[in-house]
């Protein structure tokens, strides 16, 4: 690992290429899980239904078949979600089979969603940034690698509302290690971080509800602050929630009026909890004394 980040300090033109590309690919496949996660987890809810209550359930051959059949991040190969026709290798390159293809199946020519290469777009160029922000180090791989699983959870979250454990606990895990190896914060401190940044939210999920009866926020949402904290310490959570919240209620309120939606239309608040804690990585120490010199 040492060697691997010498060469790459001593040649940054390699260092940013492979993280541009290697970002690409991952990219690419965050689009396969942004898809199929959510799917794969509804089909373990229904197969755990179909056991509690299989004798109402007994005559449902038609859905015990489909959800027997293959489905995971590997199997089925993509296919087009018109035609189904499977998708050429070729086709499937990062950025440029979107572009090649103008954006069109090449079977059906039925329209494929510019999302996708925004996704790979995205994660490349996020990754790029912590690249050069934090150059060929420890903690920059790190922070890629977290910038990719933030990728998926924010537009799961978009599509589902839902912050898959699957990706929020092993982050939360990754941090509290990357603490002990010395990469972050002390033990100590990030331990402490991922209970305030939980803690907090679920204090206010608790008391939203008791106050409203309604659920507020999910809990997903409190191990996503978890992950922050154990990253950077409990002090800036407050900098994180206040910023998410900021931009969440601004961009929120643009997105019901130009849907023409009410106010109480429920908005998931991961992505834009991501966002500020992917900035409070890079920019933590500048945004709390920015926000701390205003109030001074």
């Known amino acids: 690992m040492q060697e691997v980040i010498y060469l790459m300090q001593s040649q940054q033109w390699f260092f940013l290429l492979t993280v541009g590309l290697v970002s690409l690919c991952i990219g690419s496949f965050l689009n396969v899980v942004i898809y199929r996660l959510p799917i794969m987890m509804q089909r373990e809810w229904q197969q755990e239904c179909r056991l509690s209550l299989a004798d109402e359930l007994a005559n449902s051959s038609k859905q015990k078949t489909s959800s027997n059949d293959t489905f995971n991040l590997i199997k089925p190969n993509s296919t087009c979600p018109h035609c189904k026709t499977p998708i050429k290798a070729w086709h499937n390159i990062p950025l440029l089979g979107w572009l090649m293809l103008k954006g069109k199946c090449a079977s059906c020519s039925a329209k494929i969603s510019i999302r996708y290469p925004l996704v790979e777009l995205g994660t490349a160029l996020a990754s790029l940034w912590i690249a050069l922000h934090f150059g060929a180090t420890e903690l920059s791989f790190l922070y890629i690698f977290i910038t990719w699983v933030l990728m998926a ?144």
């Open 153 to 296: 959870l924010i537009f799961i979250d978009i599509d589902h509302m839902l912050l898959p454990d699957q990706l929020t606990l092993p982050l939360v895990w990754l941090a509290l290690i990357a603490s002990v190896m010395g990469y972050t914060i002390a033990p100590s401190e990030a331990i402490i971080g991922a209970a305030v940044g939980y803690l907090s939210l679920w204090t206010v999920f608790w008391a939203f509800k008791l106050l409203t009866g309604k659920e507020g926020m999910g809990y997903g949402d409190f191990k996503l602050l978890a992950i922050f904290g154990a990253l950077l310490g409990w002090q800036a959570i407050l900098t994180i929630v206040l910023l998410s919240s900021v931009v969440g209620a601004i961009i929120g309120s643009i997105q019901l009026a130009v849907q023409g939606k009410e106010h109480s239309t429920p908005i998931p608040f991961g992505p834009y909890l991501a966002i500020a804690g992917w900035l409070a990585m890079l920019y933590g120490t500048e945004i709390q004394t920015w926000y701390f010199s205003l109030l001074s």
